[in-house]
């Protein structure tokens, strides 16, 4: 080989190397210009729906966008880019940044984008990590229950209270009755001497679903997301053995917005009577915190439950109702539990729902959270749920059991069935409003 043949051979090979990178290049462009002809029809997208709520004659009330059109076209095209570059995406404001999400979302779902769950992620992870590093939040709360509001099982925070205060007047429209509050996402004045974050409160009433910037541009998110479970990041959290009750602590907010959202639509009676039965269902598979006092021997167990023998004797704390009603007080969590008068020292013992039961034959019920959701269970009510609940778990071990079916077990499971219809027929003929009244303090 002559040494032009070997510097021939080179040039062929650099050039064949341009000319395949040039026609990836034009491959390229060729198919990013079908991609935006095949999206030429759609417009850049608009803030969605705060809900699917439908009130009438305010559907077509519109609010001034919070990303002029101009902005738009600047941000717009970034959606068909490759490589999403990390740096460009910080120079973006939250709802510039938030309306380059919907846009690839709305774009994506019409035809496909390259790369479009490594870009999404980009969008995603920077939205996150400005909740995450947000010193202050500004958080819509109910009215209703005094708690961080949940409409269709999503709380809202704000990066910006004006916006935050936008979505309240939207909220408004439908007849709630919301509050913004500030909130510090970091709380150094826990009264239960723990440095719980705000998000880190969400996990105690059991909101792990999140909405941000509601009413604009927005973001779904999951609580732990952003923050672990206390236990799973505070080793002394961990070590806690008092109830939390997440479950509960939702479903009773839940029940309770939902009871006082002063509105009629159709199947209301059905929606409450689920999140009432749902409520009433994680009441009695639940653990309480109980302030009591005892004078002689007793046993702490490693969960917290305390075992008395005959010589221990027991005081409980008791609630009085204007009416003479007395209701014993039982608490979710120990953020419930701090929120009790500290005039009196009272122990903190942990109970079964099935252990309270024994605890109020002498009175009218309990009432859960007396300083927070105020749920009061009169006694006869809470005989009915256990004897519903009992029979259900009856029914259900033996569906469980793998027994072959026969006309004997048919019979059999009928009449637990029927048993089990029967008390929660009477269980819900005592529902009604009066049960669930504001408790008279």
């Not at 080989?1 to 390229?28: H, P, R, S, V, Y």
């Not at 008068?341 to 109970?351: C, I, L, R, T």
Request: no cysteine; glycine share 6%; hydrophobic share 35%.
């Amino acid at each position: 080989m002559g040494i032009f043949d070997l510097f021939g051979g080179k040039n062929k090979a650099a050039e064949a190397e341009a000319a395949a990178e040039k026609a990836a290049l034009e491959k390229k462009e060729k198919e990013r210009k079908e991609l935006i002809k095949a999206h030429e029809d759609l417009t850049w997208p608009t803030a969605p729906r705060l809900n699917p709520v439908n009130v009438k004659d305010v559907e077509g009330a519109s609010f001034e966008d919070t990303v002029s059109d101009e902005k738009k076209d600047e941000i717009g095209p970034m959606i068909y880019e490759e490589d999403l570059s990390p740096e460009s995406l910080k120079t973006l404001s939250n709802q510039e940044l938030l309306f380059l999400l919907t846009a690839q979302e709305v774009y994506h779902k019409a035809s496909p984008l390259p790369e479009f769950e490594k870009n999404h992620r980009k969008v995603y992870n920077e939205l996150l990590n400005r909740v995450r590093d947000s010193k202050i939040l500004y958080v819509l709360y109910d009215g209703a229950t005094g708690y961080p509001f949940i409409d269709h099982g999503f709380g809202n925070v704000y990066f910006e209270k004006e916006l935050a205060e936008r979505g309240a007047q939207l909220f408004s429209k439908q007849f709630r009755k919301l509050l913004v509050r500030e909130i510090k996402v970091e709380n150094e004045n826990d009264p239960t001497g723990q440095k719980r974050g705000f998000f880190d409160y969400l996990y105690y009433i059991g909101i792990e679903n999140l909405f941000v910037d509601n009413g604009a541009y927005r973001a779904r998110f999951k609580r732990n997301e952003i923050v672990a479970a206390p236990g799973d990041w505070n080793a002394e959290a961990s070590k806690d053995n008092a109830p939390v009750n997440p479950g509960l602590s939702f479903a009773m907010l839940d029940f309770l917005g939902e009871l006082r959202w002063p509105v009629n639509y159709e199947k209301r009676a059905e929606v409450l009577k689920a999140k009432e039965m749902r409520m009433l269902s994680l009441v009695r598979s639940s653990q309480f915190i109980v302030p009591m006092q005892h004078e002689g021997p007793v046993e702490v167990l490693e969960d917290g439950k305390m075992k008395f023998n005959k010589d221990t004797k027991i005081r409980f704390l008791v609630m009085k109702t204007p009416d003479d009603k007395q209701y014993l007080p039982i608490f979710t969590d120990m953020i419930e539990f701090s929120k009790k008068p500290q005039d009196e020292v009272w122990n903190a013992a942990v109970f079964t729902y099935q252990d309270i039961l024994k605890f109020v034959a002498d009175k009218d019920g309990i009432r859960i959270n007396p300083h927070g959701q105020q749920i009061i269970i009169p006694k006869d009510k809470m005989m009915l749920l256990e004897m519903a609940g009992h029979q259900a778990d009856v029914m259900n071990k033996k569906k469980g059991a793998g027994r072959p079916v026969s006309a004997a077990n048919q019979s059999e499971e009928a009449m637990v069935k029927k048993a089990l219809d029967q008390a929660m027929t009477r269980l819900n003929e005592k529902r009604n409003e009066e049960e669930f009244e504001e408790p008279k303090e």
